[in-house]
């Protein structure tokens, strides 16, 4: 059974910085695609980033290009996001999430929508202050 837990959020100023982690069991998560997705409310849950845990491939929604970066520790099966230059648009639920369908073996990119992935956390949430 897979399990991710999140963590590291927050409340942060504008202009601040948080990285939030994402801890990874239950399978071993070579050919899979690992992502960050967010939700605030009222709004439908929206890609972040995401990451091929297998040669570090990274994508990243254009909202947050340059901001935040995706990136992964294979030793500890650990998911990290950072994110730098918050805005107070940022605020969200931050959720990660896992994709190991055959797909992404096959054709070697991750997903970008919500129901390419089969596997979630509970979230984490990262309030930014104006």
């Known amino acids: 059974q897979v399990q991710l837990v999140e963590s590291g959020g927050g409340l942060v100023q504008a202009g601040g910085s948080l990285r939030l982690s994402c801890a990874a069991s239950?399978?071993?998560?070579?050919?899979?695609?690992m992502a960050w997705f967010r939700q605030a409310p009222g709004k439908e849950r929206e890609f972040v980033a995401a990451?091929?845990?297998?040669?570090?491939?990274?994508y990243y929604a254009d909202s947050v290009k340059d901001r935040f970066t995706i990136s992964r520790d294979n030793a500890k099966n650990t998911v990290y996001l950072q994110m730098n230059s918050l805005k107070p648009e940022d605020t969200a639920v931050y959720y990660c999430?896992?994709?190991?369908?055959?797909?992404?073996?096959?054709?070697?990119?991750?997903?970008?929508?919500?129901?390419?992935?089969?596997?979630w956390g509970q979230g984490t949430q990262v309030t930014v202050s104006s």
């Open positions: 999430a896992a994709d190991g369908s055959s797909r992404t073996r096959v054709f070697g990119t991750a997903p970008l929508k919500r129901d390419g992935y089969q596997y």
């Open positions: 239950g399978r071993t998560f070579s050919n899979y695609a």
């Open positions: 990451i091929l845990w297998t040669g570090g491939r990274t």
